[in-house]
């Protein structure tokens, strides 16, 4: 079962290629041992560490940041839906990852200020 999950992250990875890069506040992998408490002391990343990295690594092709909003409730209509994690990335996320839709648009961008919970 551990080496097909190996497999798994392995085909991932190599999916986006050699030259991507992740910045993120917890480590992808866990250890029996690893104390996450630490983790919790790293600062969020924020929209303007996200707009800094725009404008300081010229060699990016695309940079994005992605935010999580756990416990979020959705509504439509007369649909109701609670307690969801909402992922919210930038639009360059869908290039980084090669993602393909085959209907649908992203939300227009926003002059609106990006807050993290």
């Given at each position: 079962?551990?080496?097909?999950?190996?497999?798994?992250?392995?085909?991932?990875?190599?999916?986006?290629?050699?030259?991507?890069?992740?910045?993120?506040?917890?480590?992808?992998?866990?250890?029996?041992?690893?104390?996450?408490?630490?983790?919790l002391k790293r600062p969020?990343?924020?929209?303007?560490?996200?707009?800094?990295?725009?404008?300081?690594?010229?060699?990016?092709?695309?940079?994005?940041?992605?935010?999580?909003?756990?416990?979020?409730?959705?509504?439509?209509?007369?649909?109701?839906?609670?307690?969801?994690?909402?992922?919210?990335?930038?639009?360059?996320?869908?290039?980084?990852?090669?993602?393909?839709?085959?209907?649908?648009?992203?939300?227009?961008?926003?002059?609106?200020?990006?807050?993290?919970?």
């Open positions: 079962m551990v080496d097909s999950v190996e497999r798994n992250v392995k085909s991932s990875f190599n999916r986006l290629g050699d030259n991507v890069v992740f910045i993120d506040r917890f480590p992808w992998t866990q250890e029996a041992d690893q104390k996450w408490w630490i983790f969020m990343p924020s929209y303007q560490d996200f707009k800094k990295i725009q404008e300081k690594v010229q060699s990016a092709k695309h940079v994005a940041i992605r935010g999580i909003m756990m416990g979020a409730d959705l509504k439509y209509l007369n649909n109701n839906v609670s307690n969801l994690p909402i992922a919210v990335p930038t639009h360059e996320l869908a290039d980084i990852l090669n993602m393909e839709f085959s209907n649908g648009r992203f939300f227009a961008p926003s002059s609106r200020r990006w807050v993290v919970p």
